[in-house]
């Protein structure tokens, strides 16, 4: 059944991995180019005191080409889902040809888990290498903005495309059993597994791994600034300490007990302050940061010292060192998720299909 | 003798309400090539496709050379299947098709599949996509053959192919009759069809057996007889009357008899297979068919 599998998969593997090695071509010419200039610039702008040129200046670089790696990882996952898990078996059911593969000498069962198992295995190494060459080729970027944990980066870095290989592709497989019709469960899949991606990457990732939290005096370091959004009343933003790589949540202004800072308490504490107010916000913004004229900046940093003898900052994050097992984990959960729904499809075409 | 199918009282029904086969109690005997004829939509289809273990039934049970259809790779190898319309992989060559077929049964006759590919003139290296309905009609029938099956199911094999092809077909499929002694069962809406090959008869009408049996055992059972007009019922009871028509003066009947007609005012005829059949068709809409109907005679 294997040599069944391989021979109608073929033709569509040589094309898809037939461009992923053009892709690798691509990086390959140009990464070692990048990573040398990281070395030159970057890694040596701290002798040259010229960091923050240096750093911007290197940002500038092959903007296109991480613009369309960006796309990529994002594409080769739902694109092999909708065009090999969707068609695996509703195309079959649409042309009758399942009645020719179904009474051959193999069970339905064990003709579909060898489809289902060779086509997965394909779309994972598909993405994976990509994932692989991409976080290869744009190390010297991520070293640069020490932002791993950015939702976008942290999707198309690591190991997590796999995963996302695994679930677009047996969704695919799984709406067309259900649907029976390739061009909807196509579509079925995109959707799904773009809404499914983004839902995850929004609400379950943060709650993967209980958070850190990090006390610092208040404006002990790092700036506060003063502002109000919108209609809201009058609150101060302290800005979250620097911590390379890491994933920072909150950045919140506690009293003791834990009690946050409230707009009454703030401007009892800080009268001035609040009388001067921010300047009115910009048009469109939604969020408009006093920067501050030299009245309010002194009025402020009054207020931060006075607040900072009962206040301090609390900074909920999740700490660098946990971005392996974050990507572990997301691995898991899609891969867990893809388990069920092959197997859900193989009952399907067991039970249903009959 | 053991038997190629036996079902008892299978039933298969399509969403909540459409019954494609309701009550059908039957046995085809094996090493026969048998006819199932019907209407479209008798049934047939779904009949061939629980055989080959496609579909589950809904109600009853059957048996196919002795087991439940389509259980393990065993009982799939035993039964040949080549669907209505012959579907192939548009995209694959006919060279992949016998490829595949030879990976997927342990008993392939890799030799007797290209002899036949050879045979019909059919280019190994052509997609079955640009085949015509004949070619791929040949190619399936191929297929299932050099797969070394028991028994041959053939779903409406002649219904896309014009009369060259149709000839052709059958005379392959009897080719492999005649050398593998396997059973066949082939389904059509015409029994002319399957007239020159067929030696057993499974009428199927409305989701319902009408009729099964042993060709030339139906044949002379039943008589067309003509006389003078009268009325059906007053003939002697021994007699089954299974289409009547009138004219003025006459009556034509068709009737179900195992003793000779020795009224002399009844002129009395055999009666040729599709008539019969057509006449079995005929009883749809009338009352249900009478219980010996239902048996099959062997």
Redesign the interface.
Known sequence: MIRVAWMQLRTQALVVFGALAGLAVVLALTGPHLAHLYDTTVASCASHGTCDTAGDLFLRHDTQLRGLLSILTWVVPVVLGVFWGAPLVARELESGTFRLAWTQSVTRTHWLVTKLALGALATMAAAGLVSLAVTWWASPFDRLTLDRFSPDVFSERGIVAVGYAAFAFTLGVAAGVVIRRTLPAMAVTLVGFVAVRQMFATWVRPLLLAPSHLHVTLGGGTPVGFGKSDSGPFTLWPEPPNLPNAWVYTTRIVDDHGRELTSQALSRACPTLTDLGPRPPTAGGARAVAPAPQQVANALHDCVTKLAASYHEVVTYQPAGRYWTFQWYELAIFLAVATALAGFSVWWVRRRLV | MSAAIETQGLGKRYGRRRWALDGCTLTIPEGRVVALVGPNGAGKTTLL?LA?????PTTGSIDVLGQSP?T???Q??R???V???A??????TVA?HL???E?????WDGELAGKRIEQLGLDPGQRAGSLSGGQRAQL?LS?AVA?RPELLLLDEPLASLDPLARRDFLRVLMEVVAERGVSVVLSSHLVTDLERVCDHLVVLVGSHVQLAGDVTELLGAHRRISGPRRDPATLPAAMDVIEASHTERQSTLLVRTDETVLDPSWSVAPVALDDLVIAYMGRRDGAAPAPHALEVVQ
Do not use: C, I, T, W
Request: hydrophobic share 45%.
């Open positions: 496709h080959a273990g496609l579909l589950e389509a393990d790779p065993a799939l190898a039964v040949g299947f669907a209505q319309d579907p192939a992989y548009a995209r694959m992949q490829r595949m077929g990976s997927l049964n342990p008993n399936a297929l797969k």
